[in-house]
């Protein structure tokens, strides 16, 4: 492109304070009504601005009421056994967000009297709570003069200076911070903060930007030079990495084998369905599963194929291969992080959206006998 990486970071006075007034003035008539907008509850942020970390708005409403209506305080969150927690979130994804939040609040009610701190460093501090997070909960419940700048801030604030800087370098966000806090006004730095969120999600969107009903579109640099639908740069990430997963679907009589995660990696510590993945083998997805628990144990009767199905990760796409089998034999006591469960309870373990898939699948393939491929053997 040739472009200079130059983003303007000193802007006149007189356009920082056009482009307050316009925004809030379009903010105060156009900002959608969401659960977490009814007061400044610095909890009821904390949690919005954690279930929103790369998950929609529409999406996360009905999860944010179902664990609100569950942990509707702090120290109600704060004393719940992690299961519980789990479980509320289930369906989610990124499970980790609700371990650290789990844990942050824990630590706010031990050290800090059940106060969400008020500072920049101290929040800073709380597990899982980053520069946005922190700049979010602090302007919108404090009234603080402090950026929050996620994706749609970054997009915005790109295309209002015409900056041909890459959006997914640490520099380029460390730049749009400081001309973040050169734009937010003193008496409402939350409703600022927020309205240029919205303007990212409702306008300023990365494909197609409305900006003909954008209310800043006079003083928008990107869109005077025409280059509104160029910009922001963004590196494109890497294509997620494929592997081949089984699913053993084993069974007992009315019960069925779950399996807690390892403690790290990939769905870290979460139940799902006894798993071999990432391990290239010859063998039949069945043969492959029946190996695996054998030396735990288990000797199977393997059965038929379930079904098949994908599942993407943000950096991995997992092509998935369901397999029956019937337990014949096993140790009385089962190998640790393996339990039988009656079927009919499954629903109240917390599983991640790819073992719920699973499950789903198998349970329809089950009533409808057509969609299982025939027996393995």
């Known amino acids: ?33 969401l659960p977490w907008r009814k007061n400044k509850d610095p909890y009821r942020i904390w949690v919005s601005e954690i279930m929103l970390q790369q998950t929609r708005v529409d999406t996360v409403i009905p999860y944010y009421e179902r664990f609100m209506s569950t942990f509707p305080t702090l120290e109600s969150l704060a004393e719940a056994d992690e299961e ?75 295309r209002l200076i015409a900056s041909w800087e ?36 409702l306008v300023c969107t990365p494909l197609s930007p409305s900006c003909n009903t954008c209310p800043v579109r006079a003083l928008c640099k990107a869109r005077k030079q025409g280059v509104e639908s160029e910009l922001p740069i963004k590196a494109k990430g890497k294509p997620p990495v494929p592997a081949k997963v089984t699913f053993g679907w084993i069974r007992k009589g009315d019960f069925v084998l779950i399996h807690r995660r390892p403690t790290e990696g990939l769905l870290a510590g979460m139940w799902g369905l006894p798993t071999v993945d990432d391990k290239p083998s010859e063998s039949a997805p069945g043969e492959t599963i029946k190996e695996m628990m054998s030396r735990l144990g288990f000797q199977l009767e393997l059965g038929a194929i ?57 349970h329809k393939n089950q009533r409808n006998p057509q969609g299982i491929q025939g027996r393995l053997f």
């Open 1 to 33: 492109m040739g472009r200079a990486a130059k983003p303007l970071l000193h802007p006149e006075k007189e356009w920082i304070e056009a482009i307050r007034e316009t925004l809030l003035d379009w903010y105060d008539k156009n900002c959608r009504d």
């Open 84 to 158: 519980k927690v789990i479980k509320a979130w289930e369906g989610l994804g990124y499970y980790s967000r609700a371990r650290n939040l789990h844990s942050a609040v824990k630590e706010v009610v031990e050290q800090y009297g059940g106060e969400v701190p008020q500072e920049p460093d101290s929040i800073s501090r709380l597990k899982g709570v980053g520069p946005y997070t922190a700049g979010a909960i602090l302007s919108i419940a404090f009234d603080r003069q402090v950026p929050a700048v996620d994706g749609n801030v970054l997009r915005v604030l790109s």
């Open 166 to 201: 890459d959006i997914s370098k640490n520099a380029t966000r460390r730049k749009m911070e400081e001309l973040d806090k050169m734009l937010i006004p003193e008496d409402r730095p939350g409703d600022f903060n927020q309205a240029l969120m919205e303007l990212g999600a």
């Open 306 to 362: 379930l079904g098949e199905m994908e599942h993407l990760f943000s950096h991995r796409r997992w092509y998935v291969t369901v397999v029956e089998a019937l337990c014949s034999d096993y140790d009385q006591l089962s190998p640790e992080n393996y339990h039988w469960v009656k079927e009919s309870e499954l629903s109240t373990y917390a599983f991640p959206n790819v073992y719920r898939k699973a499950i789903k699948l198998i």
